[in-house]
């Protein structure tokens, strides 16, 4: 990140509307996956046709009534030749695509409001012409874009002008030459590195449009790839866990500055363990070659093993790409050094295979899908040609993989093939249905109940307890810092057998320290700190950045944001949403300024940020500000929406995290111009933390965190569907 706000290891400092494609659209698509509901698609739709935007409220009026409530590789030089361009791409698409199935293109349920969007099945590219031009198709990561890229070209009607590389850049450079002796009506252009930009520049020039897959450009219209803000921060977590939390990595990272997706990798990766894995050390980075990858990191691999004998090296991870990591996996393999786990990013059919093998020590990866990436860009091409704006930036999840049982599944998932039968691991965890606190008491102490998330923790606490058979003693801080610190002092008095706290500042720190000189073990719900064994909160870090791409896709990738922001400093998981919202930002929309950070108060929050906005608004009259963000929470932003609907300035979207049932029926509103937000699971939340004490109370080994995932909320569909999904309308 390139701020003066924070710090993040590689980032210098801590410091529209998409839609996701639901699965009824995704036979639609002419990829090769099983499941394709987590694709966003990063377009200007707001929303679907009001007849079913309508449809959702009213049958959530009913509800209410009832209830009475990068490639990863692309620099170097390999010195492949080219192969001749040609008007047939089939001609060209390795392995062809020809019995595949072919895609329904019926759409009457795809219907979009009008001006927001041609629905998926209305494209065409009849009678136009497209340019395909890859790095290379030896790797399964361009292989697969390209025949996916050619394969939507052919789909919608048009016709592929295709390119290969063979993995030397300035050849796929080169390559982009023919497209304007072509003169092609737009080009796709798959990876590689700056030897591209000038002749993506007498493309623009010649008013030739071109879209990047994995290739960020100021000469494209747009450029697809995977989310890799998530790719890297859940590698972290995931690696972070797989050495309990704790000893001396390595990693290689050759491309994250020079190839902004492999920056954003690595930086998101770093961050993670940086913040979240105080006890893990980076103690070696090293730099993989372009060419050759497996063979180059297979030998730096054994080389480092000389420098770390057994037990001061815990994992090697690679930040951008997984094909080095095939030959860090040989060298361990063939070293006998297979206590060092491998991690990396891509998760191709082969590296997965690996991860397949009896005792693989191959435990992270992170799966994307390349042919969806491809066909997206396509897509676009197609919305740009027929006259729709088109954002700059569009991202596809991508799929963690942490495991021999999850690298099966997603396997088979992404249709690589039948996986093998994985035995159980050695090293499982007691199941949860065999926990138990049978005789046993738990505190339960909770900063307050007015707020609806710190109830549903507080309730889903106390109903763990219960069910495993315990007591719980309980406590309410009537969101009182100093009064939920006070309470602590009952559980000492009552010498519990452990302590679940929810929540909290830096007031309960010596309370928690008092708690564990006395051996009783505390169990934190959002609330990390020295003195106890777990804490189990949020992905906060996906929280963060999936709130920065989703609300700067709202706005057009451009604009002036204020954002509240008064806890980030104090509260861990408060600063892990805003640094990693910010990182979005400054890296992913160049075209956003943070124009003002403002202070909620704690107390009264929402009159004291509906003011706050009243006041901002006179500031920035219309046209001067785009959005308002709560970083951390989601209550003040119940004020900002409050004040912009007051003042008749609904032209500001709002933006938030948390998503309890009050704020996502704002969000449900109609007209509303509250826009994103994200989902916690209190509840799972505060009953993992009970399962982490149960288990660190019968003897097992817990990590220092654990993480519940949080569900993305973009406009009023996806509100619609988490509230449900939640059970908030039962």
Same mark, same amino acid.
């Given at each position: 990140?390139?701020?003066?706000?924070?710090?993040?290891?590689?980032?210098?400092?801590?410091?529209?509307?998409?839609?996701?494609?639901?699965?009824?659209?995704?036979?639609?698509?002419?990829?090769?996956?099983?499941?394709?509901?987590?694709?966003?698609?990063?377009?200007?739709?707001?929303?679907?046709?009001?007849?079913?935007?309508?449809?959702?409220?009213?049958?959530?009026?009913?509800?209410?009534?009832?209830?009475?409530?990068?490639?990863?590789?692309?620099?170097?030089?390999?010195?492949?030749?080219?192969?001749?361009?040609?008007?047939?791409?089939?001609?060209?698409?390795?392995?062809?695509?020809?019995?595949?199935?072919?895609?329904?293109?019926?759409?009457?349920?795809?219907?979009?409001?009008?001006?927001?969007?041609?629905?998926?099945?209305?494209?065409?590219?009849?009678?136009?012409?497209?340019?395909?031009?890859?790095?290379?198709?030896?790797?399964?990561?361009?292989?697969?874009?390209?025949?996916?890229?050619?394969?939507?070209?052919?789909?919608?009607?048009?016709?592929?002008?295709?390119?290969?590389?063979?993995?030397?850049?300035?050849?796929?450079?080169?390559?982009?030459?023919?497209?304007?002796?072509?003169?092609?009506?737009?080009?796709?252009?798959?990876?590689?590195?700056?030897?591209?930009?000038?002749?993506?520049?007498?493309?623009?020039?010649?008013?030739?449009?071109?879209?990047?897959?994995?290739?960020?450009?100021?000469?494209?219209?747009?450029?697809?790839?995977?989310?890799?803000?998530?790719?890297?921060?859940?590698?972290?977590?995931?690696?972070?866990?797989?050495?309990?939390?704790?000893?001396?990595?390595?990693?290689?990272?050759?491309?994250?500055?020079?190839?902004?997706?492999?920056?954003?990798?690595?930086?998101?990766?770093?961050?993670?363990?940086?913040?979240?894995?105080?006890?893990?050390?980076?103690?070696?980075?090293?730099?993989?070659?372009?060419?050759?990858?497996?063979?180059?990191?297979?030998?730096?691999?054994?080389?480092?093993?000389?420098?770390?004998?057994? $037990?001061?090296? +815990? &994992?090697?991870? !690679? @930040?951008?790409? #997984?094909?080095? =990591?095939?030959?860090?996996? /040989?060298?361990?393999? *063939?070293?006998?050094?297979?206590?060092?786990?491998?991690?990396?990013?891509?998760?191709?059919?082969?590296?997965?295979?690996?991860?397949?093998?009896?005792?693989?020590?191959?435990?992270?990866?992170?799966?994307?899908?390349?042919?969806?990436?491809?066909?997206?860009?396509?897509?676009?091409?197609?919305?740009?040609?027929?006259?729709?704006?088109?954002?700059?930036?569009?991202?596809?999840?991508?799929?963690?993989?942490?495991?021999?049982?999850?690298?099966?599944?997603?396997?088979?998932?992404? $249709?690589?093939? +039948? &996986?093998?039968? !994985? @035995?159980?691991? #050695?090293?499982? =965890?007691?199941?949860?249905? /065999?926990?138990?606190? *049978?005789?046993?008491?738990?505190?339960?102490?909770?900063?307050?109940?007015?707020?609806?998330?710190?109830?549903?923790?507080?309730?889903?606490?106390?109903?763990?307890?219960?069910?495993?058979?315990?007591?719980?003693?309980?406590?309410?801080?009537?969101?009182?810092?100093?009064?939920?610190?006070?309470?602590?002092?009952?559980?000492?008095?009552?010498?519990?057998?452990?302590?679940?706290?929810?929540?909290?500042?830096?007031?309960?720190?010596?309370?928690?320290?008092?708690?564990?000189?006395? $051996?009783?073990?505390?169990?934190?719900?959002?609330?990390?700190?020295?003195?106890?064994?777990?804490?189990?909160?949020?992905?906060?870090?996906?929280?963060?950045?999936?709130?920065?791409?989703?609300?700067?896709?709202?706005?057009?990738?451009?604009?002036?944001?204020?954002?509240?922001?008064?806890?980030?400093?104090?509260?861990?998981?408060?600063?892990?949403?805003?640094?990693?919202?910010?990182?979005?930002?400054?890296?992913?929309?160049?075209?956003?300024?943070?124009?003002?950070?403002?202070?909620?108060?704690?107390?009264?929050?929402?009159?004291?940020?509906?003011?706050?906005?009243?006041?901002?608004?006179?500031?920035?009259?219309? $046209?001067?500000?785009?959005?308002?963000?709560?970083?951390?929470?989601?209550?003040?932003?119940?004020?900002?929406?409050?004040?912009?609907?007051?003042?008749?300035?609904?032209?500001?979207?709002?933006?938030?995290?948390?998503?309890?049932?009050?704020?996502?029926?704002?969000?449900?509103?109609?007209?509303?111009?509250?826009?994103?937000?994200?989902?916690?699971?209190?509840?799972?939340?505060?009953?993992?933390?009970?399962?982490?004490?149960?288990?660190?109370?019968?003897?097992?080994?817990?990590?220092?965190?654990?993480?519940?995932?949080?569900?993305?909320?973009?406009?009023?569909?996806?509100?619609?569907?988490?509230?449900?999904?939640?059970?908030?309308?039962?």
């Amino acid at each position: 990140m390139r701020s003066d706000s924070f710090v993040l290891v590689g980032f210098d400092k801590v410091e529209k509307t998409d839609v996701r494609l639901e699965s009824k659209l995704c036979e639609h698509l002419y990829i090769q996956v099983t499941e394709c509901t987590n694709v966003h698609y990063r377009g200007e739709i707001r929303m679907r046709s009001w007849k079913i935007l309508l449809g959702l409220l009213a049958a959530f009026s009913l509800i209410v009534a009832s209830c009475g409530n990068d490639d990863d590789d692309s620099s170097g030089s390999s010195g492949s030749q080219a192969e001749q361009p040609t008007s047939e791409a089939t001609s060209e698409a390795p392995d062809g695509d020809s019995g595949e199935p072919q895609p329904d293109t019926g759409g009457e349920d795809e219907q979009t409001a009008d001006g927001q969007g041609m629905p998926t099945a209305e494209l065409s590219l009849e009678g136009l012409t497209v340019g395909v031009a890859v790095v290379g198709t030896q790797h399964f990561w361009d292989r697969e874009a390209f025949e996916g890229a050619v394969a939507e070209v052919e789909r919608l009607g048009g016709t592929a002008v295709t390119t290969d590389g063979g993995r030397d850049n300035q050849v796929h450079a080169d390559n982009h030459d023919v497209f304007l002796t072509r003169e092609v009506d737009a080009v796709v252009t798959i990876l590689g590195d700056d030897a591209v930009e000038p002749k993506l520049e007498a493309l623009k020039d010649a008013g030739i449009p071109v879209f990047g897959v994995d290739h960020a450009s100021p000469h494209i219209v747009n450029n697809t790839g995977s989310d890799n803000f998530y790719a890297g921060s859940s590698a972290g977590r995931n690696m972070g866990d797989a050495i309990g939390g704790a000893g001396n990595v390595a990693v290689f990272n050759a491309f994250g500055e020079v190839l902004s997706f492999c920056g954003d990798r690595y930086n998101n990766w770093r961050y993670v363990l940086d913040n979240a894995y105080p006890e893990i050390t980076v103690v070696e980075e090293l730099a993989e070659e372009f060419a050759n990858a497996p063979q180059d990191a297979r030998q730096q691999t054994l080389d480092l093993l000389e420098r770390y004998p057994r $037990g001061e090296l +815990d &994992a090697i991870h !690679v @930040a951008c790409w #997984d094909q080095p =990591a095939i030959g860090v996996y /040989e060298a361990l393999q *063939e070293a006998g050094r297979t206590e060092i786990i491998v991690s990396a990013i891509d998760a191709g059919p082969d590296t997965l295979e690996l991860m397949l093998e009896p005792d693989s020590n191959w435990l992270v990866n992170v799966a994307q899908q390349p042919r969806m990436i491809a066909t997206i860009a396509v897509q676009n091409a197609a919305r740009h040609l027929a006259g729709e704006t088109v954002l700059p930036q569009s991202y596809v999840d991508v799929l963690p993989v942490s495991g021999a049982e999850q690298a099966a599944a997603i396997y088979e998932q992404l $249709g690589y093939g +039948d &996986a093998p039968d !994985v @035995a159980p691991s #050695d090293d499982v =965890a007691m199941p949860t249905a /065999e926990l138990s606190l *049978e005789g046993l008491t738990v505190g339960v102490a909770v900063v307050g109940t007015q707020h609806f998330w710190d109830r549903e923790a507080f309730e889903g606490a106390v109903a763990e307890v219960e069910r495993l058979g315990g007591t719980a003693v309980t406590t309410d801080g009537g969101r009182d810092n100093q009064v939920h610190a006070d309470n602590h002092d009952v559980f000492l008095t009552r010498e519990v057998d452990a302590v679940v706290t929810i929540l909290g500042d830096d007031a309960v720190e010596p309370k928690l320290e008092a708690l564990k000189d006395a $051996g009783i073990p505390v169990f934190g719900v959002d609330h990390a700190s020295p003195h106890i064994v777990n804490n189990t909160g949020s992905d906060n870090f996906y929280a963060g950045s999936s709130a920065g791409r989703n609300m700067g896709d709202a706005i057009g990738g451009a604009g002036n944001v204020a954002v509240f922001n008064a806890f980030g400093e104090v509260l861990s998981f408060c600063g892990d949403r805003y640094n990693n919202w910010r990182y979005v930002l400054d890296n992913a929309y160049p075209e956003i300024t943070v124009v003002e950070e403002l202070a909620e108060e704690f107390a009264n929050a929402p009159q004291d940020a509906r003011q706050q906005t009243l006041d901002l608004l006179e500031r920035y009259p219309r $046209g001067e500000l785009d959005a308002i963000h709560v970083a951390c929470w989601d209550q003040p932003a119940i004020g900002v929406y409050e004040a912009l609907q007051e003042a008749g300035r609904t032209e500001i979207i709002v933006s938030a995290i948390d998503a309890g049932p009050d704020t996502l029926e704002l969000m449900l509103e109609p007209d509303s111009n509250w826009l994103v937000n994200v989902a916690q699971q209190p509840r799972m939340i505060a009953t993992i933390a009970v399962q982490n004490a149960a288990r660190h109370l019968a003897g097992e080994t817990v990590l220092p965190q654990s993480y519940v995932d949080v569900l993305p909320v973009s406009g009023a569909e996806q509100a619609a569907a988490i509230y449900e999904q939640l059970g908030y309308g039962s």
